[in-house]
């Protein structure tokens, strides 16, 4: 039998000797099918044929502090950046990508220094939350997609980010009987290389939606189309969508990258909301990755607010636009960041006048240290330690295992232990 796994406590679901039963931190699906095996050389995936699991699962068990590059003792990089953050005016908290433990610790220690809390995906995830704020939406669930949606409209994305979607949510039948599914994509290749794409630009889809709205509305939409699509087409698209049985609008905030976006979450929006007076429609906003579903669920339930909050001695304060952190360190308004970053290494903190401290997976590589940058490795959770991670339709928190134990600290001890250095350095 292998080793009892630590931390891994009520959430270890299955073992044989091992080979483990796990859910996958590594994008917003959060697959509880995940079948890994750990070996000398650390955790192998069996199965799902997911490339992207494969290369996250595989990362080493132990790992190197630094000081401006320099190699130190894991102490010395934690009294650092209790140094840096006991001396900064504004910190801010970033990155935020890491299980729930992770960001409850984050928000203790930026309630204890004054910082801004701001999640690395925090520019796509405003332009939802703008549109949610002002109007609130109805959305749905990965497993009401799986089991009722018969046509599923994908705006400006195909899904490719994360890769099982098709074969967990679309291609896998429904509890409830034979379910014919029609899709289209709004965008340049079909979604999941089926059914029909109308080529147009993301920039477009706000009036390609508002016009869709005129015409549901018994108006004359715009004789030409919109964005390259016919009116034709529009009219054959929206005699679609009124005849669905429950249709649901697909759409990922992140690949939505222009001025304004948040209007054309909101004309979609708008026209889900419009579509339920003929028909049953919702949508699905992709998202999730890198732990952001769950930054912004902690955030809410501590402070009432979804992240791009500052702690002032008043209490939290929320500004969505203010708090952006790029305008905060662009204009010098942080002064110092402090990334946390467990999941992608690729994920590395953005270059930045101001001191960095990162707690980074021990396979993050930080090429330009500043001479006060500090490092410290920290294990990932759902495979050196138990955790719990939000899935991106909100709707359930779901069990990582740890199945190969390390040594290192987890972000939520490592981000504890920094506090406890200042308290310390204080008395
Ligand atoms: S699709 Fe995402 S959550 Fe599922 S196994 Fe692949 S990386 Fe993991």
């Known amino acids: 039998m292998g080793t009892e796994p630590a931390l891994c ?7 044989h000797d091992r080979v ?9 699906l959060v697959c509880d099918d995940v079948r890994v095996e750990v070996e000398a050389s650390g955790v192998r995936v069996e199965r799902p044929d997911c490339a992207r699991a494969r290369s996250l699962f595989a990362v080493p068990a132990t790992g190197q502090s630094r000081i401006g590059g320099q190699p130190v003792e894991a102490i010395a990089a934690l009294r650092a950046a209790a140094a840096l953050l006991a001396q900064a005016r504004r910190p801010l908290i970033g990155g ?69 979607f098709f074969e967990r949510c679309i291609d896998a039948g429904s509890q409830f009987g034979p379910l014919e599914r029609t899709v289209i994509t709004l965008g340049a290749t079909p979604a999941g290389g089926r059914g029909t794409a109308h080529a ?48 649901v609008l697909v759409w990922n905030a992140a690949e939505l990258d222009f001025p304004h976006a948040d209007l054309t979450v909101q004309a ?44 002032d001695p008043a209490g939290p304060r929320y500004e969505p636009l203010l708090f952006e952190a790029s305008r905060l360190l662009a204009a010098g308004e942080a002064d110092t960041l ?62 990582l295992q740890g199945p190969s134990p390390s040594a290192l600290f987890s972000a939520a001890q490592a981000l504890a232990a920094i506090q406890r250095e200042m308290t310390h350095a204080a008395a």
């Open 338 to 399: 402090l990334w946390v970053s467990v999941f992608d290494p690729a994920r590395t903190p953005p270059e930045t006048a101001c001191p960095r401290i990162v707690l980074g997976r021990p396979d993050m590589r930080l090429d330009a240290m500043g001479p006060q940058d500090v490092f410290i490795p920290v294990a990932v959770p759902g495979v050196h330690h138990a955790g719990i991670l939000h899935r991106m339709d909100g709707v359930v928190s779901l069990p």
């Open 96 to 164: 935020l990508a890491c299980d729930v433990a992770g960001q409850r610790a984050a928000l203790d220690l930026a309630e204890r220094v004054g910082g801004v809390v701001e999640h690395m995906n925090g520019a796509a995830q405003f332009r939802n939350w703008l549109a949610f704020q002002d109007s609130g939406w109805m959305t749905t669930t990965l497993s009401e997609v799986r089991n009722r949606a018969d046509l599923i409209v994908f705006a400006g994305t195909d899904a490719s980010r994360f890769p099982r």
């Open 200 to 247: 147009i630009e993301p920039v477009d889809l706000a009036a390609l939606f508002a016009d869709l709205r005129i015409r549901l509305a018994g108006g004359t939409g715009a004789p030409n189309g919109i964005g390259g699509v016919p009116a034709a087409t529009l009219d054959a698209l929206l005699a679609s969508m009124k005849a669905a049985r429950y249709g």
């Open 9 to 15: 406590g009520p959430f270890l679901i299955h073992r």
């Open 20 to 28: 483990f039963e796990s859910c996958c931190p590594f994008c917003g």
């Open 268 to 311: 979609m929006v708008e026209l889900v909301r419009d579509l339920n007076r003929e028909t049953r429609w919702a949508g699905l906003p992709l998202g999730g990755s890198d732990g952001d579903t769950s930054a912004s669920q902690v955030c809410t339930w501590r402070t009432g607010y979804p992240l791009r909050v500052g702690f």
